[in-house]
């Protein structure tokens, strides 16, 4: 697996701020949806806490409410670059896009994504097995190429949307993909992944609130291996 062969990075997953059409509407790939006044204070506080953490690199989701978002992170960054990753997108959702949940959910495709979304492909869209894939190849390839330039001491950012996220979680926690509904990523939490040789750490998900600062890589004279070992009793 691309990804695994060595220690990488740290990786801070980011769901852009709110929209007008968070919650009531399924915004999919509709254009044109950008940061109402809530997210954009969202994204500035979010920002905030960021702000001590060095970053190497900011990947983002083409739509505009997560440029957005991450316009707000990389101010008064200088130097750090900015990429743009279709990979980490929002989900197809094909004919539901732009549709009010509360009438998708009477929908009997609406169960089986609660119940089992492995198995959805969702009408004239994409599939969420698909849209899981092509994220955590995305990941794996960033964790790879940053490691790489920067040395495993490295934190980058991804700037993306709740099921896309949701779907990376997962995969890093080792569950199936139709277990991925019990995990909640709100607008402009913080999700931190700690990518190993041997396997990833859930640093935190949903993070509202928290310092971040515990991301920032230790000053230390001599470079550490970065053990894949779990402690044992907690630590």
Not at 213 to 235: F, N, Q, T, Y
């Given at each position: 697996m691309p990804g695994y062969g060595r220690p990488v990075t740290t990786l801070v997953l980011v769901r852009h701020g709110r929209t007008a059409?968070?919650?009531?509407?399924?915004?999919?790939?509709?254009?044109?949806?950008?940061?109402?006044?809530?997210?954009?204070?969202?994204?500035?506080?979010?920002a905030q806490r960021l702000a001590p953490v060095p970053l190497t690199a900011l990947v983002c989701s083409p739509l505009e409410r997560c440029q957005d978002?991450?316009?707000?992170?990389?101010?008064?960054?200088s130097g750090t670059p900015l990429h743009t990753d279709e990979r980490f997108a929002e989900c197809r959702y094909g004919s539901w896009?732009?549709?009010?949940l509360k009438e998708l959910a009477k929908d009997p495709l609406w169960k089986v994504v609660q119940a089992h979304p492995s198995a959805v492909?969702?009408?004239?869209?994409?599939?969420?097995?698909?849209?899981?894939?092509?994220?955590?190849a995305a990941v794996r390839d960033w964790d790879a190429r940053l490691s790489a330039e920067h040395g495993d001491d490295a934190v980058w950012l991804a700037c993306?949307?709740?099921?896309?996220?949701?779907?990376?979680v997962a995969d890093a926690l080792g569950l199936h993909l139709d277990l991925f509904q019990r995990i909640t990523v709100d607008t402009c939490s913080a999700t931190v992944i700690r990518y190993t040789a041997m396997r990833p750490f859930v640093v935190r998900v949903n993070d509202v609130g928290g310092d971040l600062?515990?991301?920032?890589?230790?000053?230390?004279?001599?470079?550490?291996?970065?053990?894949?070992?779990?402690?044992?009793?907690?630590?």
């Open positions: 059409m968070t919650g009531p509407v399924l915004a999919g790939w509709t254009p044109g949806v950008h940061l109402n006044d809530e997210g954009r204070e969202q994204a500035v506080a979010l978002t991450v316009e707000a992170i990389v101010e008064g960054r896009t732009g549709r009010p492909t969702f009408p004239g869209g994409e599939s969420l097995a698909g849209v899981q894939a092509r994220a955590v993306s949307h709740g099921d896309v996220i949701k779907a990376v600062r515990a991301l920032i890589p230790p000053k230390r004279r001599r470079r550490r291996r970065v053990s894949s070992d779990a402690a044992v009793g907690g630590g």
